[in-house]
């Protein structure tokens, strides 16, 4: 009985190892960007426990201000936000596109990035950035290469642009 507890344990223990992306692959690029985005906007486990703990209690939860006094500041993350995000750039997983814009609404804008999001896997979209979106500069995104097709059409379909980029 116990070796059969250690055998499952020494198991499980195996595939966590076996199933972790190689460091500094495009996939552990991409754990890692993020792990960082998400501890930058406060939506980790241990936010949503802090969230839970105040509701309970009633106690107000600490703003972001706060929090930076009390932890420090999120530099840190940022700058391996940056630095996951310049990888996958490297890498080619990430690409920049600029599409000339003949609408730029706010409505419009939202329709097509509600559009994107339906179209777009959530850990894709998650790797998405909308760097400009005025007449002039026109829409600059960074995204995965394989998801600009997708962002030229929805643009195309909410009306932003005439006839792509």
Known sequence: MVIGAVAIVAVGVLALVVSEPKKGSVEWHKKEYLAAWKRINGITWHDGMDRYWAKITGTPLKTKRELVMVSGPTLPYSEALLLHHEALIRLGY????????SNTGKKVAEKAYRLAKEAIPR???ECTQILSWDRIRGITIIAPRQDMATWEKVLREAGVTESGR
């Open 123 to 125: 850990d894709r979209m």
């Open 94 to 101: 990430l690409v920049e596109e600029r599409f000339e814009v």
